[in-house]
């Protein structure tokens, strides 16, 4: 990303940007004349395997700060084919499965390094604010869909165990799915393993088939995501991700809009119990040309639909 662009993940903009709006006097200098810090630069800058297989670290903005992550299809499997997947599939098919024991030994060595403080050493990392590399969560995420990986029970509980052996501090662990496979009796079994504090991040991307279909291109339905989603959500918290992109220059149109506050209207009053809902856009460079970043100010009006409508609490990143 060019240090002159916009940041879209600026957080002192995006999430008091409904609440308080500044006279127009005090309003920041317009983005092309803002100086930068490197911490903001950071929140766009792509995962960092080190010199792990399975094990990245990032600075993200929806975990706030330092993310250690699992990638759990390292085959790049997916069954969404989401515009805005900043994932290079093509003819290459990954580094093969994932190895459970390896990525327990790169994960322990990696929240060692986090904890140590060697991580504020390595070049890309020294001019941050050493409070943006204290560890906010592990997830379980990646190349792929994490629900679909065919050894997922084995990698939580292995993630659990490496928790139990850290001493120094409690992490929680947060699942990053698209919502497809939660029903699937290998992920129930892993998910068995969570405590109250590890969270289930699931994707809604739409409020119809229809869109579902432009902005996830894959052959699961809707109506299966939802119902997954209610199915965990009525057990545990869940929170909600849901990503909007501009495809080919357009914004999600506000019939889209309406529909999608509905669809999680409808989950919270069938029983769903979700604390937030994330709403942002595609940040990282994308294979997909067509797929862009939407402006803030629609994404705010996506989370003020989410909140008159849905009743839920919506934040914009
Ligand atoms: S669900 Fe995630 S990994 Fe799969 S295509 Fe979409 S963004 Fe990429």
Request: aromatic share 6%.
């Amino acid at each position: 990303m060019n240090s002159l662009e916009p940041d879209p993940l600026d957080i002192r903009s995006t999430t008091q940007a409904d609440s308080k709006r500044e006279p127009e006097s005090k309003q920041r200098k317009p983005a092309r004349l803002r100086h930068r810090e490197p911490w903001e630069t950071a929140f766009g800058c792509p995962r960092n395997f080190l010199s792990n297989r399975f094990v990245y670290v990032v600075i993200s903005a929806r975990a706030r700060g330092l993310s250690v992550g699992v990638n759990m299809n390292p085959n790049r499997e997916c069954n969404f084919d989401c515009g805005y997947c900043e994932v290079h599939r093509g003819d290459s098919i990954g580094i093969g499965d994932l190895d459970v024991e390896t990525m327990a030994m790169e994960l322990k060595n990696t929240l060692e390094m986090v904890r140590s403080g060697h991580l504020h050493e390595s070049p890309a990392y020294s001019s941050l604010p050493i409070e943006l590399l204290e560890l906010r969560h592990v997830s379980l995420s990646g190349d792929g869909e994490p629900t679909q990986a065919k050894n997922f029970a084995e990698a939580v509980q292995a993630a659990v165990h490496v928790r139990a052996l850290n001493s120094e501090k409690f992490f929680k662990i947060v699942l990053i799915t698209n919502s497809t496979g939660l029903d699937r009796p290998e992920v129930q079994m892993g998910l068995q393993h969570f405590t109250k504090h590890d969270e289930i991040w699931a994707k809604l991307d739409a409020g119809t088939q229809r869109y579902m279909q432009l902005v996830n291109r894959s052959t699961v339905t809707l109506e299966k995501v939802l119902s997954n989603i209610l199915a965990t959500a009525k057990q545990r918290p869940v929170v909600i991700q849901s990503l909007f992109p501009l495809l080919n220059g357009s914004p999600p149109t506000p019939v889209e809009i309406d529909q999608y506050a509905h669809r999680l209207r409808e989950l919270k009053e069938a029983g769903a119990q979700i604390p937030l809902v994330q709403i942002y856009s595609a940040t990282r460079p994308t294979p997909h040309s067509e797929c862009r970043h939407l402006p803030l100010n629609s994404l705010s009006q996506i989370a003020r639909a989410v909140r008159a409508i849905a009743g839920l609490n919506a934040e914009v990143f």
